[in-house]
């Protein structure tokens, strides 16, 4: 119904910048109904972690350890979600994904395949 495709991971020293892309695909119909949509993080050995979510209306959130580092966007013309990350830390890598719901806010049905961020102190 709607597929998620992420771009722009990477590595980085520590200090450095990316931009991550999410791009959605499929019948307007489903991609209208997205409500929220967020991305999440996963380390090798750790939970899955919500990194920053925005809403149909533009409300941001996102978890404190990424407060005034990380800056969530969504492009609706584009159908496309954006992660811009500064400041990057060692303990940002880890594999990102994308994720929108059907919605209902915060019931996300639909990821993306994931795309590698790695820092280096």
């Known amino acids: 119904q709607v597929r998620l495709v992420e771009s722009g991971g990477g590595s980085v020293q520590a200090g450095g910048s990316l931009r991550l892309s999410c791009a959605a695909y499929?019948?307007?119909?489903?991609?209208?109904?997205?409500?929220?949509m967020a991305w999440f993080r996963q380390a090798p050995g750790k939970e899955r972690e919500r990194v920053a979510g925005?809403?149909?209306?533009?409300?941001?959130n996102s978890t404190d350890s990424v407060k005034g580092r990380f800056t969530i966007s969504k492009d609706n013309a584009k159908n496309t979600l954006t992660l811009q990350m500064n400041s990057l830390k060692p303990e940002d890598t880890a594999m990102y994904y994308c994720?929108?719901?059907?919605?209902?806010?915060?019931?996300?049905?639909?990821w993306g395949q994931g795309t590698q961020v790695t820092v280096s102190s």
């Open positions: 994720a929108a719901d059907s919605g209902i806010c915060g019931q996300y049905v639909y």
């Open positions: 925005i809403d149909r209306d533009g409300r941001l």
């Open positions: 499929g019948y307007m119909y489903f991609i209208n109904n997205i409500n929220c």
